[in-house]
Nanobody, 121 residues
Framework: QVHLVESGGDSVQPGGSLRLSCAASTSTFSSYTMSWYRQAPGKDRELVAAITSVGVTTDYADSVKGRFTISRDNAKNTIYLQMNSLKPEDTAVYYC??????????????WGQGTQVTVSS
């Protein structure tokens, strides 16, 4: 079992910045691909950004490319999402996800409780 705790959500004006954090309670953090998802009211949850276990590869939704940056610190069992040039359409609950494929066990996926980001003037 992996416990994920997000933090950093807030209300900001358009054009502002926020940094989200997600701390994981596991001794095998470096084995997990970590991702940020978001869900706006009335919409499906969507992938925002992902980073592989050793942080070599990252992937972003087209809507956030060039504005958001995902990173991880395996020594601190934490990932981050730096969000710049925020737009009202970025308003959503942001969720952290940890996912790994274990031999003989299968895929394990865990979610945090979410943190609210509101972008409004």
């Amino acid at each position: 079992q992996v416990h994920l705790v997000e933090s950093g959500g807030d209300s900001v004006q358009p054009g502002g910045s926020l940094r989200l954090s997600c701390a994981a309670s596991t001794s095998t953090f470096s084995s997990y691909t970590m991702s940020w998802y978001r869900q706006a009211p009335g919409k499906d949850r969507e992938l925002v950004a992902a980073i592989t276990s050793v942080g070599v590869t990252t992937d972003y939704a087209d809507s956030v490319k060039g504005r958001f940056t995902i990173s991880r610190d395996n020594a601190k069992n934490t990932i981050y999402l730096q969000m710049n040039s925020l737009k009202p359409e970025d308003t959503a609950v942001y969720y952290c996800n940890a996912r790994a494929l274990w031999v003989g066990v299968g895929v394990r996926s865990y979610w945090g409780q979410g943190t609210q980001v509101t972008v409004s003037s």
